[in-house]
């Protein structure tokens, strides 16, 4: 039980996708300039990263290494991908119309976000089980939505500064990024 904790903990602050490994920036930096898209992105990546971590799994475990095709894994969890943000999708273009229009164009980049596939590949890489394959994906996930929501928060808040005219606007953003990455690294020194 340890272990699984460990598991989630680590993926979201120890290895945070974002802040650590610098997958999904695009999505981090383009989204994070108010709160409620930040956490409404949060929340799909979230459903997103962690099923697809499930079905990703299951696929692999099942299917593509029994058969021997394990080099087809890269375009199969792209397809698993796609497919459930084409869901999360048409499910929030449904219920919060609000919430699909702010996130715009962002909300079909996870298909493309790099940090969903990383997720997935790097399971089968560590030769994850099911369970840890999904609490790795709900745990990075967390740490992605933590990122991508204090990120908006500072963002808030850099807004209302008077700053000299070179660092406003980009140059601010990436300073603060950078300075939430060598906060995470902290969390590397931790040990239970």
Same mark, same amino acid.
């Given at each position: 039980m340890k272990?699984?904790?460990?598991?989630?903990?680590?993926? &979201? *602050?120890i290895n945070n996708v974002v802040l650590n490994q610098f997958l999904g920036i695009c999505s981090f930096l383009g989204v994070s300039k108010s709160m409620k898209p930040s956490a409404?992105?949060?929340?799909?990546?979230?459903?997103?990263m962690t099923i697809a971590s499930a079905v990703a799994s299951l696929v692999y475990d099942h299917v593509l290494a029994p058969l021997g095709m394990d080099y087809m894994k890269t375009i199969v969890f792209i397809l698993v991908i796609? &497919? *459930?943000v084409q869901i999360v999708e048409m499910f929030l273009k449904k219920t919060s119309p609000s919430v699909y229009k702010a996130l715009g164009i962002y909300l079909p980049l996870i298909t493309t976000n790099c940090a969903v596939l990383g997720?997935?590949?790097?399971?089968?890489?560590?030769?994850?089980?099911?369970?840890?394959?999904?609490?790795s994906?709900?745990?990075?996930?967390?740490?992605?939505?933590?990122a991508i929501v204090l990120l908006a928060g500072i963002r808030s808040r850099i807004n209302e500064e008077d700053l000299p005219a070179p660092l406003r606007g980009a140059p601010i953003v990436m300073i603060a990024a950078a300075l939430m990455s060598?906060?995470?690294?902290?969390?590397?020194g931790l040990s239970f």
């Open positions: 272990d699984l904790i460990l598991l989630i903990i680590g993926g &979201a *602050l409404s992105l949060g929340m799909a990546v979230i459903f997103v796609a &497919a *459930l997720v997935a590949l790097t399971n089968v890489q560590n030769g994850y089980n099911f369970l840890q394959c999904v609490l994906g709900f745990g990075t996930a967390l740490g992605f939505t933590l060598i906060a995470f690294m902290g969390f590397a």
